[in-house]
């Protein structure tokens, strides 16, 4: 059996419910049992890395039906801890032996560092033009390309914008583009964070720094870009969109679109075709229909705007208003089954969402609601979550019964007493012409 020669970049959400059903259509492509290795380098300065593969090595196991084993390359040379050779040539084997390559978050350049001089570019590459099937998201999927930049030195430390050589495994399958995951992120809030936490003014920095026949391959948040070298074709999927960043514009393709190899190897052409089109440029849809990809000034269009809406379809943020949305509903409508179903539908979220390690601190919110909801469950377990008006109603019918008796034998001074009474506990008793209407 011929093995597919497939690479797939996502933005980000690799390890999220998001991208399940795209690992689970990789991986099904392959002899069984799938030989899947978990390149673990882009994390591997983080005291946390053990963790990180375990969530990810879970992940597989319990989304994807697929054991995946952990190639141990933290490190391919000494850093403040010495790196260990034999490990080094058991993971190096490892990824050499895979049909299924697997990368995610971390650190581009640290990746980078410890990935020179090392086979690890050669056995990508080698995936990709004899068999088998690799998956670079987030800090991975920046080095793909033969240029970089650091961009988490950028944002968070304040380093000027440079160009890094990047792995260069793009442009062994015709393509000539700097990958930018996380494409339209917005955690900035009231600052920009797109472009991978660049912004516009500093992704226009680095793109004065590309050769003139480079260009920006942007893609989404929980969006990848499953490019079938064999099939000659790419297809958008996931969330969000894919687009094709020339300068000063840019081509925009939706999730369930299909672009032509040859578009992403010679990009350029797209212009010569949106100026004779004058609107768009078509592009063909997975299941044959037509769909369009949108050219648009840089920094605008389909490019998400700062002040967008921060939740993205199929996140945990999303699912965490849903969930407190159904619960603050249900507590008003005093349905305690809705409520609890809320609480634990949130609950499951954090569960399901929990492998994906790119959150930031929504996590954190998510599981601040839970215990929230469970708070106002017990406060309503005190006072009860049903409608008072449906727990007294007995006895208050019955009341309004021998009132009415008493007022048909004319002793009002009994039907006053009954009046005060239900006064004093906080009813508030009408006779109208249609009969006696009572409220809390």
């Keep these: ?76 040379h000494d850093t403040h801890i010495a790196a260990d050779t034999v490990q080094i040539e058991r993971g190096l084997r490892a990824i050499s032996d895979a049909t299924y390559i697997f990368a995610g978050p971390g650190s581009p350049t640290y990746a980078l560092r410890q990935w020179s001089g090392s086979n690890v570019a050669s056995s990508i590459i080698d995936k990709l033009m004899n068999g088998g099937i690799v998956t670079f998201a987030s800090a991975a999927a920046l080095t793909l390309g033969k240029v970089t930049v650091p961009v988490y030195e950028v944002y968070k430390v304040g380093q000027d914008v440079q160009r890094l050589d990047g792995l260069d495994v793009l442009s062994a399958i015709g393509i000539n583009a700097a990958v930018i995951p996380h494409y339209d992120n917005a955690e900035g809030g009231n600052h920009d964070t797109r472009y991978c936490y660049l912004g516009e003014t500093r992704l226009r920095m680095f793109e004065k720094m590309l050769d003139d026949d480079t260009y920006v391959l942007g893609i989404d948040e929980h969006t990848g870009l499953v490019i079938d070298l064999d099939a000659a074709i790419a297809k958008v999927v996931g969330n969000g969109t894919v687009t094709l960043r020339l300068r000063e514009d840019s081509f925009t393709y939706e999730t369930g679109s299909t672009i032509p190899l ?90 399901d969402w929990s492998a994906d390690t790119l959150q930031g601190d929504i996590a954190d919110k ?3 609601a839970v215990r929230s909801m469970i708070s106002a469950l017990g406060d309503a377990a005190i006072g009860g979550v049903r409608n008072p008006r449906d727990v007294v109603a007995p006895y208050v019918e019955a009341m309004l019964a021998i009132r009415a008796t008493v007022r048909a034998e004319k002793r009002y001074d009994l039907s006053d007493v009954i009046r005060d009474a239900f006064v004093n506990i906080g009813i508030e008793v009408r006779d109208t012409a249609t009969g006696v209407e009572w409220d809390l």
């Design 1 to 76: 059996m011929s093995l597919p020669r497939i690479l797939t970049i996502m933005g980000s959400g690799e390890t999220a419910p998001t991208m399940v059903s795209t690992h689970r259509s990789l991986t099904s492509l392959l002899p069984k049992p799938v030989k899947a290795v978990l390149l673990d380098t882009p994390y591997g300065f983080q005291e946390n890395a053990p963790e990180l593969a375990t969530r990810a090595v879970e992940y597989f196991r319990n989304s994807v039906n697929v054991d995946i084993a952990v190639a141990g390359l933290v490190r391919l």
């Design 262 to 351: 040859d578009t992403l190897q010679n990009p350029w052409l797209l212009r010569t075709s949106a100026s004779a089109e004058s609107s768009h440029q078509k592009g063909v849809g997975i299941s044959g229909e037509t769909v369009e990809a949108q050219p648009g000034q840089v920094g605008e269009g389909s490019s998400q705007s700062v002040e967008s809406n921060l939740a993205q379809a199929g996140s945990l943020e999303q699912e965490l208003q849903i969930q407190q949305s159904a619960f603050n509903d249900a507590m008003t409508a005093r349905n305690a089954d809705g409520a609890v179903r809320a609480c634990l539908a949130l609950e499951q979220a954090i569960h």
């Design 366 to 368: 998510a599981r601040a």
